[in-house]
């Protein structure tokens, strides 16, 4: 598993490595983004710009559907979500995208 890029960042999953191309809603916003690694907790995204914490977005991953997060963190062009959505859901998202990656 990869190092947490935010040393304070306190993990309750194990992140699998990937990259899957998405898109991040922020408000009426939206950034396209790769997802670097992911849990059943949430998940680190590559932006290439910083956003704010604490702010509510969606994650749109095409084909597995709109997840509901927070943005934790931001730093040199990453983002840490924390998924908000439906445990079930996202498990199964998680488990698709690590096979499907």
């Known amino acids: 598993m990869s190092e947490p890029t935010n040393p304070t960042d306190d993990r309750k999953f194990d992140r699998k490595d ?28 590559h932006l290439g710009r910083a956003l704010k914490s604490g702010k509510m977005a969606v994650l749109e991953i095409d084909p597995f559907g709109s997840f509901d997060t927070e943005i934790r ?13 439906d445990p079930t859901k996202v498990a199964e998202l998680v488990m698709a995208i690590a096979t499907y990656a």
């Open 73 to 85: 963190w931001s730093a040199d062009g990453e983002v840490g979500i924390k998924f908000n959505d």
């Open 18 to 45: 990937i990259l899957f191309a998405a898109s991040l809603q922020v408000g009426d916003k939206s950034h396209d983004c790769e997802i670097i690694n992911i849990s059943f907790g949430g998940a680190q995204l």
